[in-house]
Every structure is written in C-alpha cells, then in structure tokens.
C-alpha cells in the first residue's frame, strides 16, 4: 500500500519586517504615551499600518516587543 502524503508548511508572515513600519509603530507608542492613545493611534493609521494591529500593539503591553519603545 503506497500512501501519498502532502505535507503544508505554514508560519506567520512578520508584519514589522519593514523597518519603516517599526519606525512608525515606536512613534505611535511614545505619542500614545505622551498624549493619549488617541493620539498614537491616529499617528499609526496615518502611516498606513492596519487598525487592528494599532489596537494590539496600544492596547496589549504583553504583546509588545521587546524592542518596542517602552
């Protein structure tokens, strides 16, 4: 009996991979910081990164990276 397996490799793309991008998203967090995240958010989606990981990265410290501006 000859199987046929088909094997997926999958892994998550790096959305900050593009160094402007992590540029933009420190930004945001010290504006967020310094003048609400209102403030960071808005910065963040100017520059063209996706709501949703605005909201992750303002609102979820623990999913921050250990190179985001603290």
Excluded: F
């Amino acid at each position: 009996m000859d199987i046929d397996t088909d094997t997926v490799v999958a892994h998550v793309v790096d959305e900050r991979s593009n160094t402007e991008i992590e540029l933009v998203i420190n930004r945001g967090l010290a504006a967020a910081a310094l003048a609400g995240i209102p403030a960071g958010l808005k910065m963040m989606q100017e520059a063209g990164v996706p709501k949703n990981i605005c909201l992750r990265v303002l609102n979820c410290k623990d999913r921050r990276r250990s190179s985001d501006w603290q």
